[in-house]
Every structure is written in structure tokens, then in C-alpha cells.
């Protein structure tokens, strides 16, 4: 089993609708995780960050954990051309002895005018 | 602004060659990584240095050596490139006392072994 697993292919929403985005992970012991998004040609930047399962909300975006199932996602909101990107979902295998983070191959999302 | 410098941005080389990428960053941050990123592979760590006197490997560090001159330069060199190295290189850093593990990315540096 990959580390941090992000299954989806690419994501086509019209825009103003929801995008929904999932990621899970094998590591039990992980406490931080994360979604970064990616436009083409440029670096990885943060816009999510959860620790507690639950619900996190940031503007537009809100990310879920629950780590009894092992599994994080990320909803886009009212979707804009501007969320078109790679979002990649990363999470700190610290239960592995080493505190790094492991990402997922990335979900391109399309939203569509 | 505090910023995270690769140099080069774009390089080509030839299989066997020995090929330094470099990094610089004014963040003030003790932490820095490398990482490549292959086309539906992800990010994948390749070194990360804690200080300046701790070198760790990362998942895919066979073929590569690091360098941490300074708190502020980390160098990532390719002894001999070979063409499956041919990728995406991002260097990064974190704060560990401030967000947990939130990373800030350098530009990237494209790498291409012909």
C-alpha cells in the first residue's frame, strides 16, 4: 500500500459547483496533514492544514479528517477558474521514526466557465 | 521577501555527467529538503537536513548526494546523471516552530539527462 494515496483522475466541475477531492493514508500514527495546490509550471504552496478529525474550514475550502478510517479530503466551494490546479494531499509519517512528510501523486481539478 | 532560490531553473546534461543544483533561502529556517516530482508519481523526498550538521535520506536517495554549506544553502548533486533522473526538482524548507511542517517551496529546477 503507497504511503498517501490519491485514486482520482482529473476533475472536471463547471464553475460555482463543489469539488471534492480524497486522500488516504497508511500511516496510523500520522497527526499532521495537508493539501497543497500546484498550477501548472509552478511550486507546491499550502492551503490546508488539519490535525483534529473533524471539520476545517478556510474561505472557500474545507478539509475533512477522520483517522480512524484514514482518510482526508478537501471540498472547493463555489468553484472558481482560478482553483484550476494539481491539489496534492501530503501527510507527516511520523509513526515511521522519521518526521517527513509523504505525498500523494496529486488530482487535477478543471473547473469548466 | 524572505524567499526559497534554485539555481539553475532549467538544465540539460549528458548521461555520466556530474551535476550540481542549488539552493539558498532567506526564511532563516533550519530545515531543508530536496524533492523530485515525476509526472503521476507526486513529490518524493529525496534528502532533508534538520541543521547543518543532520543529513537524512529520504525514499529515493540512491544516485544522490547533498550538501548543507550553511543554514541557508542546501546542494543536491547527481554524480553521474542518468536519463531516469530526468525530472522536476524542488527544494524546500520549514519552520518546525512555527506551522507543523508547513514547507515553502523554491521555483524548481528542470532537469533533463539526454
Known amino acids: 500500500q503507497k504511503e498517501v494515496e490519491q485514486n482520482s483522475g482529473p476533475l472536471s466541475v463547471p464553475e460555482g459547483a463543489i469539488a471534492s477531492l480524497n486522500c488516504t493514508y497508511s500511516?496510523?500514527?500520522?497527526?499532521?496533514f495537508f493539501w497543497y495546490r500546484q498550477y501548472s509550471g509552478k511550486s507546491p504552496e499550502l492551503i490546508m492544514s488539519i490535525y483534529s478529525n473533524g471539520d476545517k474550514e478556510d474561505g472557500r475550502f474545507t478539509a475533512q479528517l477522520n483517522k480512524a478510517s484514514q482518510y482526508v479530503s478537501l471540498l472547493i466551494r463555489d468553484s472558481q477558474p482560478s482553483d484550476s490546479a494539481t491539489y496534492l494531499c501530503?501527510?507527516?509519517?511520523f509513526g515511521y521514526g522519521n518526521n517527513r512528510l509523504a505525498f500523494g501523486k496529486g488530482n487535477q481539478v478543471v473547473v469548466i466557465p | 521577501d524572505a524567499d526559497v532560490t534554485q539555481t539553475p531553473r532549467n538544465r540539460i546534461t549528458k548521461t555520466g555527467k556530474r551535476i550540481m543544483l542549488e539552493c539558498s533561502q532567506t526564511k532563516g529556517h533550519d530545515r531543508m529538503y530536496w524533492y523530485r516530482q515525476d509526472p503521476g508519481l507526486g513529490l518524493r523526498l529525496i534528502y532533508y537536513?534538520?541543521?547543518?550538521?543532520?543529513?537524512n535520506k529520504g525514499e529515493i536517495s540512491d544516485g544522490y548526494s547533498v550538501s548543507r554549506q550553511a543554514q541557508a544553502k542546501f546542494s543536491l548533486s547527481l554524480e553521474s546523471a542518468i536519463p531516469n533522473q530526468t525530472a522536476l526538482y524542488f527544494c524546500a524548507t520549514s519552520d518546525p516552530g512555527s506551522d507543523n511542517e508547513k514547507l515553502f517551496f523554491g521555483s524548481g529546477t528542470q532537469l533533463s539527462v539526454l
Open positions: 537536513s534538520f541543521d547543518v550538521k543532520d543529513i
Open positions: 501530503a501527510v507527516n509519517m
Open positions: 500511516d496510523r500514527g500520522s497527526q499532521s
